[in-house]
């Protein structure tokens, strides 16, 4: 008899592992190779299996120059991940393949998300639908060297807050030699970094003018207050002389050498600059204009469940990227890739808003834009372009603003749905 | 059962032969040969045949890798012909083509001829001119890149400063960042050409030298009469390879270059990089691909034009 209970006893234990091994589903996470982003990832799978014991989650990472194209031959293969990572500004793209399937309701209302999330979250919303949530956001700063301040005669607890009070102390920082030649530079222009965004989102909107209208489908910068913004940038260089294109190869390889005072930078720069030994650095607001205009751009990787993903699987992919976009996953995002939260909450605490480092990217989030690229790569590289015709083929600022906007027109144009 | 089968087999061969022993010795030859290159030709179908034609189709789609592809006829190619950076790319490809291709192989040629006289020292010098060749190109490019810097870093820049000559802006400029590419390109390649022409040298037999020497012939007539004639197989050889290297130059440009791919401009930009970034950056495999059969159509004419040019005379 005992035997007998013994024996059931063990038949039940066995049948509840067996239930359990069963009821076991196993989600993919697709995500590109960065470091930070790796790690941070890991931890909140472990945080996330050890309150949800029935899944398990396999992440899978590529090279982030193959990445895309990794997911869309995943697509074309009938295989891929449940759950993936993508740019804000591949959504369109996502959305034609048929790669992502709108967020369900139940799981993520749209109440909840438009309040509790940056009013920026909307770039993964096409129609009536929400394609992805971000776990973190970037946004712009400006980066300055506390040293060169001090060197200059310039106040390093009170950096520029104008656009004016920018270029007076870009141009007591710049040094050069015997022969002109730059030594330091005030600022780093550098088009191909982050100058494109800055210069789009905030310079434009800071001359009175707006880079684009209709959805961001036609470019509407190519009027007065677009030219005084670009001959703002360019005087930079041909009559404030506070730097130039291409010294040191890149503005941050420049600032990172200590050559020069202040450039322009996502918080995604945070992890590289933190490893300076040679200087002290800072992190303040993008300057405003006159009338204290403030603007900024932000971006980030949202993650979206695949459109083939369905039944069990699809429950669970709910319930992890619930998780992966929760307050606490958040935090440890910060912690650990350096990368803001994207909920409003998790973001805007005392303590963060209070950190040198992070609180005045958080406060440029307020009231960041993003653009809505349908090609980053080549709408970027029309404003390099344009800055080029100016500082190097001495084309005029008119001119050059017309061709541009000619030029990104005609790659929105091309990329919209025939 | 193996057992029954080998029995069954030797029991079968053993009258008038199996159908391999009652081949003659031509056929079974032919077969082996046959079996032996059938291994590539299936591996250049599948890897480099089939895709090649693939190409072609896709030319004439707007396949972007996600919807499949549809035909839109000659669409792309119209669209390529009208695009003004496409005759600014087409143009740079033909810079480094005309430029690059004779510069390096006279420069080689050169090197060679003298390094062939030179007993001092031979390899050393011999050993430094082949080992750009074996440097990645992409580290090589890199380090070309810093080199052109302006003045606190760039090596070349703080030269010049210090004999008075102005900053030159080298890869920053529209005008100065081509033939700057180029000549790390051509430096790149000349340690093979060096060494292919020195084997050319190397193989015209003495006696011919000897002869003209006794004859009383100058080391010019020597030049132009002996060694530059009988060194035509390897000159075609280093002209075309070296006209296709510069024709699919890519490396050197994207790695000098990558935070404004192709130079300020589009300035040093060639045909290969304008096909990666149509692909692999837009996405537009359809018209990627129409770009890939006009490369293709140039480097089958430029071989073929070269081939003709320096035929062999009878």
């Known amino acids: 008899m005992r035997r007998a209970t013994l024996f059931a006893g063990l038949i039940a234990g066995f049948s509840t592992l067996a239930l359990n091994a069963a009821q076991a589903v196993e989600i993919e996470y697709w995500q590109y190779v960065f470091d930070s982003r790796v790690k941070a990832m890991d931890q909140l799978i472990e945080n996330f299996e050890k309150a949800n014991p029935d899944i398990t989650v396999k992440q899978t990472t590529f090279p ?5 194209t990794r997911v869309i031959a995943a697509k074309m293969g009938g ?3 449940d759950v993936m990572q993508l740019f804000y500004g591949w959504l369109d793209k996502f959305v034609a393949g048929g790669l992502l399937q709108p967020l369900p309701t139940d799981a993520f209302p749209h109440d909840k998300i438009e309040s509790e999330f940056f009013p920026i979250v909307s770039a993964m919303k096409r129609g009536e639908d929400y394609y992805g949530l971000p776990t973190a956001v970037r946004s712009l700063a400006l980066f300055y060297n506390k040293k060169l301040f001090t060197e200059a005669g310039l106040d390093p607890a009170n950096p520029p807050k104008t656009l004016d009070e920018f270029v007076a102390a870009a141009e007591k920082a710049t040094k ?6 730059l030594i330091v530079a005030g600022s780093t222009l550098d088009m191909a970094g982050q100058d494109h965004q800055w210069w789009r989102e905030v310079l434009v909107r800071q001359f009175g003018g707006q880079p684009y209208t209709d959805g961001d489908r036609k470019v509407a910068y190519n009027t007065e207050a677009g030219e005084k913004a670009l001959k703002f940038y360019t005087d930079l260089q041909t009559e404030k002389k506070i730097g130039q294109a291409g010294f040191m190869d890149e503005g941050q390889a420049a600032f990172r050498a200590g050559m020069a005072a202040m450039t322009i930078d996502g918080t995604f720069r945070l992890g590289a600059f933190k490893s300076i030994e040679g200087f002290e650095w800072g992190v303040t607001e993008l ?10 751009y932000a971006s980030y990787f949202a993650n979206g469940i695949s459109a083939t993903t369905s039944g069990e699987k699809l429950e669970a992919s709910k319930k992890f990227l619930a998780y992966i976009s929760s307050p606490e996953a958040m935090d440890v995002w910060l912690k ?7 909920r409003r909450t998790a973001a805007m605490t005392e303590a ?13 989030l307020e009231y960041a834009r993003t653009t809505m690229f349908v090609d980053e790569a080549a709408q970027r590289q029309t404003t390099i372009d344009m800055a080029n015709r100016v500082l190097l083929e001495g084309q005029s600022v008119k001119d050059s603003l017309a061709q541009a906007a000619a030029a990104e027109q005609a790659i929105i144009d091309a990329a919209a749905p025939k | 059962m193996s057992v029954t089968a080998d029995q069954q087999g030797a029991a079968v061969s053993r009258p008038g032969g199996t159908f391999w022993e009652r081949r003659s010795m031509r056929t079974k030859r032919l077969v082996w040969v046959w079996s032996f290159l059938a291994l590539p030709i299936l591996f250049y179908s599948v890897i480099r045949f089939y895709p090649t034609i693939e190409a072609f189709w896709l030319s004439l789609t707007n396949w972007d890798l996600l919807k499949p592809p549809q035909f839109i006829g000659l669409a792309n190619y119209e669209k390529l012909f009208a695009d003004p950076q496409f005759w600014k790319v087409f143009k740079n490809t033909f810079a480094y083509l005309l430029v690059g291709t004779p510069i390096s192989l006279l420069l080689s040629f050169v090197i060679a001829y003298h390094l062939d006289r030179v007993r001092f020292m031979h390899g050393l010098i011999r050993g430094l001119y082949f080992l750009p060749y074996l440097t990645t190109a992409a580290a090589m490019a890199w380090v070309w890149r810093w080199f052109y810097q302006p003045a606190p870093i760039g090596v070349i820049n703080n030269a010049l400063g210090t004999i008075g000559i102005p900053q030159q802006p080298f890869i920053r400029s529209v005008d100065q960042a081509l033939p700057s590419i180029m000549l ?4 790149a390649g000349l340690g093979f050409q060096i060494i292919i022409f020195m084997a050319g040298l190397r193989s015209i037999p003495n006696t011919f030298y000897e002869a003209a020497r006794i004859d009383g012939l100058g080391e010019w007539a020597i030049l132009r009469k002996i060694t530059l004639p009988l060194l035509k197989p390897t000159t075609v050889f280093l002209v075309v390879f070296s006209s296709i290297g510069f024709l699919r130059i890519f490396d050197q440009v994207y790695n000098m270059t990558t935070n404004d791919p192709g130079g300020p401009l589009g300035s040093t930009k060639p045909l290969v990089l304008m096909i990666y970034q149509t692909a692999f950056s837009s996405y537009a495999m359809g018209y990627a691909a129409a770009q890939t059969v006009v490369l293709f159509t140039i480097l089958l004419f430029v071989s073929l034009l070269q081939l003709w040019i320096l035929r062999e005379k009878k």
Do not use: H, M
């Open chain 1, 64 to 68: 982030y120059a193959d990445y895309q």
């Open chain 1, 79 to 81: 295989q891929g991940p």
């Open chain 1, 176 to 181: 050069r030699d015997a022969a002109g030649n």
């Open chain 1, 287 to 296: 300057p405003a204009n006159d009338d204290g205009t403030r603007s900024n």
């Open chain 1, 336 to 342: 650990t890739v350096g990368e803001l939260p994207a």
């Open chain 1, 352 to 364: 963060n808003l209070a950190d040198p480092i992070y609180g005045p990217f958080l406060k440029g």
């Open chain 2, 184 to 187: 790390t390109a051509i430096w």
